[in-house]
């Protein structure tokens, strides 16, 4: 079955690949443009005002924890479309153990800017804009968690994202952009395999996990409360969302894809909405 090839994976080690590490008052971004593709970042403890933080390369930035390095502002993912008919190079940019504060922003802590408004991707699979994409064991704050679109294999593990609405803080005018559908804790778009896992999301005005146009998602053992529209959500999408627990939501879950199993959920209120001949 489709579903069960969005599993985890790891980056493999680049051959010739160099660490570099940043202190606290040194650039990260000066690190990331001096940088190779498939070199490591390790960002020390501290707290780094970045603005926007532009990679444009496969490479992984890893922080000394998500509780001692702290990142205020956001992270964003540029790569050019690649020709049709073809793949690109299979290379990771993953990011990891970081405190992400975008609170006071408009837009996704991590997010995906390709520059063109031409969807990369076919639903038979390619071409996208970038290969692999993980975030895991990070801290996200903002009004929009993760948006990854156009990505071959995208996973998000073992996270922490906490909305507005948990926040204590008022977003300020103009932060929202006025469609609440955008504002999410997880958000794929027009993805390959997805996987979502072992995730804790709380507080955000639109879903808590929202997959749209993805060739084959998984969604297990997500913890998500308080968000104003679903806990999961996934349209035009095989998904597999099972072992979640979806408290305080407006509704749990909502499925209006060509494929679904949605089992062994723990939903309060129960309100779930599946297509005929889902299950």
Known sequence: MALLLAVSFSPAATQGATTHYVSEGESIQDAITGAAPGDTIVIGPGEY????????????????????TVLYGSIILTSLPVADGQ??????NTISAITI????????????????????????????????????????????????GCVERAEVRTTQLYGFEISKEVPPEGVLDGDVLAECGIHTDMCGTVSISSNCLMGFFGTGIWTENCSAVRIVNNIVF????YGISADGTSVMATN?????????????????AVANNITYPPFVLLQPGQR
């Open 49 to 68: 005002s970045v603005g926007q933080l532009f990679v444009n390369k496969a490479l992984t930035l890893q922080g000394s924890g998500a509780e001692d």
């Open 87 to 92: 793949v690109p190079p299979h290379e990771y």
């Open 101 to 148: 504060d975008n609170i006071g922003q408009s837009g996704a802590a991590v997010r995906i800017a390709t520059g063109s408004t031409t969807p990369a991707q076919d639903m038979d699979g390619g071409p996208y804009y970038l290969s692999n994409v993980l975030v895991t064991d990070c801290i996200i704050w903002s009004v929009e968690g993760i948006y990854l």
């Open 226 to 229: 308080g968000c104003d529209r």
């Open 244 to 260: 979640n627990t979806l408290v305080s939501n407006n509704s749990a879950i909502g499925v209006r894809s060509v494929t679904a």
